[in-house]
């Protein structure tokens, strides 16, 4: 079976949480008989054609964008070709330009989409966007949810609710990734151990200002309260370095965007991940599963999105009020006053993991719904 995946940005250009999950996906589906193909747009696509370990991925030129949808003339055509190899096309949501794509091209083929997050920062262009959005969802063989809880609370799924379909995210199967020793020293040698941790794209959804104030309120306290190091870049570093300097703290780490290797050494190296999201643009949080697979505890925020699903308070990590400093330090402060809370949630995590969110049960889904799709737009029982 040959399935496209549709989304605006892939390795090797960006590293973020959804790029990750299409990989996921792609490379559990592989030993299920699924052959993966991305289509993607990159500002600069030299080359066109990358073949990665779990899919191909074809690159069209990004010439511009707007509100975070990235735009190309070329882009239409190329689905269009690209659909006619497939026998399932799997859109990523949200990207605008291929709701207009698919409704231009009609492909033969069955199409679903995982939805991924509510558009809501782009507001006032929801009012001529929404009809085309809910006309291409309308379309669409099958609506993927990651949480139960994101299609209960999103108005946009519960619209097409009779065609949803829960599928979580999940990350590779066995062990925890080891880093190789010479990168954790290296590491060490760079942001010592015992830090809390958050990793991805610097946007305007993941909290980390709420995080920064945090970590002034606790600059008053005795000792100073704990490290944190901020791994990922993103449109808001810019902004997040100001209020840093400007509030004198010592305490915080940038390192920007970081490889696989290394982020596998801060894992080892971390006390536990902390995601200060505040918006429901968080849908679920990948970063959370990465802890959770390396058996760390995890703080996070109550959005009544898949966030909670994937860290239960007091069994996996603790859950705080969205935009609320104070909380956010009380959390980090515990974890690190009381190490033996942190082991038996990062044991938590870690056991939780095991139960609902790895790679192949993730991979499991999404076949036997391609499969279903298939069978279903020939006529045949599934």
Request: some cysteine.
């Amino acid at each position: 079976m040959r399935v496209l995946h549709v989304f605006k940005t892939y390795f090797p250009e960006t590293q973020g949480g959804l790029e990750e999950v299409i990989r996921q996906i792609c490379r559990h589906t592989r030993p299920l008989g699924v052959e993966s193909r991305v289509l993607t747009l990159a500002r600069r696509p030299d080359p066109a054609c990358i073949p990665l370990p779990e899919a191909t991925v074809y690159r069209h030129r990004r010439w511009a964008g707007i509100a975070s949808c990235g735009l190309s003339p070329v882009f239409i055509a190329g689905l269009r070709r690209h659909a006619a190899w497939a026998d399932v096309i799997h859109y990523h949501f949200p990207w605008p330009l291929a709701d207009l794509a698919h409704l231009i091209n009609a492909p033969a083929a069955p199409a679903l989409i995982t939805y991924h997050a509510d558009i809501l920062r782009q507001s006032p262009l929801m009012v001529p966007y929404r009809p085309v959005m809910h006309r291409f969802l309308s379309r669409l063989d099958a609506i993927v949810a990651t949480s139960g809880a994101y299609a209960r609370s999103s108005p946009v799924l519960r619209r097409h609710a009779g065609r949803v379909h829960i599928i979580p995210i999940g990350l590779d199967d066995g062990p925890a990734p080891v880093p190789d020793p010479h990168r954790l020293q290296a590491m060490r040698e760079r942001v010592g151990e015992g830090f809390f941790l958050f990793v991805g794209v610097l946007r305007y959804y993941k909290g980390l200002h709420i995080l920064l104030e945090a970590l002034r309120q606790m600059a008053r306290t005795p000792g100073g309260g704990p490290r944190v190091v901020i791994a990922g870049s993103g449109p808001m570093a810019p902004v997040l370095h100001r209020q840093a300097r400007d509030l004198g703290l010592d305490r915080v780490e940038f390192l920007g965007q970081v490889s696989d290797a290394d982020k596998t050494a801060l894992l080892q190296l971390s006390r536990g991940i902390i995601f200060p999201s505040h918006l429901r643009a968080e849908a679920f949080g990948v970063t959370l599963l990465e802890g959770a697979r390396q058996g760390r505890p995890l703080i996070s925020t109550e959005l009544g999105t898949g966030t909670s699903f994937v860290n239960a308070h007091g069994e996996s990590g603790l859950v705080v009020p969205p935009e609320d400093p104070a909380a956010l330090a009380a959390a980090m402060q515990r974890l690190q006053d009381d190490p033996r809370l942190a082991q038996r949630l990062g044991l938590g995590a870690r056991a939780r993991y095991e139960r609902l969110f790895t790679g192949p049960r993730m991979a499991r889904g999404y076949a036997h719904l391609y499969r279903r799709l298939c069978a279903a737009r020939r006529g045949e029982e599934p």
